[in-house]
């Protein structure tokens, strides 16, 4: 079914998860920007690192796109994976130390509420691969690609690993629920 709302032609009511997972590329989006304006304010010393961080923003927005347009699976797939090669990129970016590879979590997450019961496969492959991406990259990420003053970098981990957190709260309230058999 498609919502013909002018301006939505092509929406899909049908795919809740699509429009959660859209939903999701689209708040991470919209936070791109406004990602460095924090770090300026609490890890000065990374600030000019922290600008890289925006670079993957139009990975969000196709993602958004997808959902839009009625391409669900795509939507939610790359939901998934450009949250994952976005955490990855901005780890090595911003070193070990900036607690970035706590957005990983949030990508379990989305790996394990993004898929139906008949894609159950391709979820328990990718919340596997991206564990396993947990565990070998944990405590092995160098240092960031600028010198970061230490108190920034307690700064920026706390900043990173707030920020996960708040993005797997936003996820477990903007997923739908499964409805209860009767």
């Given at each position: 079914m498609f919502i013909n709302k002018p301006g939505q032609?092509?929406?899909r009511r049908d795919d809740p998860l699509g429009g959660a997972a859209g939903a999701?590329?689209?708040v991470l989006a919209l936070n791109k920007p406004v990602y460095p304006l924090y770090?300026?304010?609490?890890?000065?010393s990374a600030f000019h690192l922290s600008l890289l961080t925006?670079?993957?923003m139009p990975l969000y927005l196709a993602v958004w796109h997808l959902s839009r347009i009625g391409k669900g699976r795509a939507a939610r797939l790359g939901m998934v994976i450009v949250g994952v090669v976005d955490t990855l990129a901005i780890a090595f970016v911003l070193g070990g130390e900036s607690e970035t590879l706590a957005f990983l979590f949030a990508c379990l997450m989305l790996a394990g509420l993004s898929f139906y019961r008949t894609e159950v496969w391709?979820?328990?492959?990718?919340?596997?691969?991206?564990f396993v991406?947990?565990?070998v990259l944990e405590g092995r990420i160098g240092?960031?690609?600028?010198?970061v003053a230490a108190n920034d970098m307690r700064s920026l981990a706390f900043l990173n690993v707030t920020g996960a957190a708040a993005l797997a709260a936003?996820?477990?309230l903007r997923f739908p629920r499964a409805e209860r058999p009767e």
């Amino acid at each position: 079914m498609f919502i013909n709302k002018p301006g939505q032609e092509g929406v899909r009511r049908d795919d809740p998860l699509g429009g959660a997972a859209g939903a999701t590329a689209l708040v991470l989006a919209l936070n791109k920007p406004v990602y460095p304006l924090y770090v300026w304010f609490l890890a000065e010393s990374a600030f000019h690192l922290s600008l890289l961080t925006a670079l993957t923003m139009p990975l969000y927005l196709a993602v958004w796109h997808l959902s839009r347009i009625g391409k669900g699976r795509a939507a939610r797939l790359g939901m998934v994976i450009v949250g994952v090669v976005d955490t990855l990129a901005i780890a090595f970016v911003l070193g070990g130390e900036s607690e970035t590879l706590a957005f990983l979590f949030a990508c379990l997450m989305l790996a394990g509420l993004s898929f139906y019961r008949t894609e159950v496969w391709l979820s328990r492959g990718l919340v596997a691969a991206i564990f396993v991406l947990f565990v070998v990259l944990e405590g092995r990420i160098g240092a960031p690609l600028m010198p970061v003053a230490a108190n920034d970098m307690r700064s920026l981990a706390f900043l990173n690993v707030t920020g996960a957190a708040a993005l797997a709260a936003f996820i477990m309230l903007r997923f739908p629920r499964a409805e209860r058999p009767e």
